[in-house]
């Protein structure tokens, strides 16, 4: 059964540049730390990348999977699904981005769901999981923001994860 995660954070830019990023798929390895390759497979008639292959950093070894993007309600909204992984069963989730209470600001929800194939204690998974959520986070906030990748690990280190 697919454990289900969910964190927030508010970036300091418009909901559109949030978005701009999320869908730079190619620049991913670029600021997304576990992310060594990022590669279109496929694209709709709009140009939008619909199919991405991954290759990452996981439990000390090398993945690689297929990510489907659902681009409905964008630029609020951007969701995908696993189409295929070598350790995944599950890896869905979305972002869903609204305007801030400040102006320029974007408040940002990420959810995940994720089934790995090899067997893990079930609190194993959450901490894991609960670290992906919060990296990928602080890494586009970082992005978007244009904070340094260095003023992250700080941040990364702090013992009150959920």
């Known amino acids: 059964m697919a454990e289900q995660a969910r964190e927030q954070t508010t970036i300091n830019a418009?909901?559109?540049?949030?978005?701009?990023?999320?869908?730079?798929?190619?620049s991913y390895p670029e600021w997304a730390g576990d992310l060594k390759q990022a590669t279109v497979v496929a694209r709709d008639d709009e140009g939008r990348a619909t199919v991405v292959e991954y290759r990452a950093a996981a439990m000390g070894r090398s993945t690689t999977y297929q990510l489907q993007y659902d681009y409905e309600g964008a630029p609020n909204r951007l969701c995908w699904e696993l189409l295929a992984g070598d350790l995944e069963r599950e890896l869905d989730g979305n972002y869903l981005l609204e305007p801030g209470s400040a102006p320029d600001t974007t408040e940002v929800v990420y959810e995940l769901s994720v089934d790995l194939i090899v067997p893990i204690p079930g609190f194993v998974k959450r901490r894991a999981e609960?670290?992906?959520?919060?990296?990928?986070?602080?890494?586009?906030?970082?992005?978007v923001e244009g904070t340094p990748r260095s003023e992250l690990s700080a941040d990364l280190d702090d013992p009150t994860d959920h």
Do not use: N, S, W
Not at 130 to 143: D, S, V
């Open 130 to 143: 609960a670290r992906i959520i919060k990296t990928a986070l602080l890494e586009l906030k970082a992005r």
């Open 14 to 26: 418009p909901v559109e540049q949030c978005f701009d990023t999320l869908v730079d798929f190619e």
